[in-house]
């Protein structure tokens, strides 16, 4: 009994320290925020093959913004940083199926848009 009561607390503190997914399950964007990967998919579609993209954004409505763009999720490295609410940066030759791209307002910590190099099924 005492093992048992050993390893529930510990899977309660663990849970405790636990944070939310840091993405939503689908690509989102706030209310006047537009993000864009094109092209969204390598033209093989096949999961493995990495092509490089441009990454357009646009943020409106707001009076000052710093923006980042983060690969994997919120807390991924960083790729791309913009003080301009309308911009685009080129990725290199590291894109492909499945890499989540994340645009945050730096002042906020806000997560402003995701995007998902896709497609999320191919017809194979």
Avoid at 7 to 20: D, R, W, Y
Avoid at 32 to 38: E, P, R
């Amino acid at each position: 009994m005492r093992i048992l009561s050993v390893v529930l607390l510990a899977l309660l503190l663990s849970a405790c320290g636990s944070e939310p997914s840091a993405l939503p399950g689908r690509p989102f964007a706030q209310p006047g925020v537009s993000f864009t990967l094109t092209p969204s998919a390598a033209r093989d579609c096949h999961p493995e093959t990495v092509y490089r993209g441009r990454v357009d954004w646009s943020v409106e409505g707001r009076d000052r913004v710093r923006l980042e763009i983060r690969v994997g999720d919120r807390h991924g490295a960083v790729f791309a940083r913009s003080n301009q609410p309308r911009g685009s940066a080129w990725t290199e030759e590291w894109v492909r199926r499945g890499v989540w791209l994340v645009l945050i307002d730096r002042d906020r910590d806000e997560v402003l848009a995701t995007l998902r190099a896709g497609p999320e099924t191919c017809d194979e």
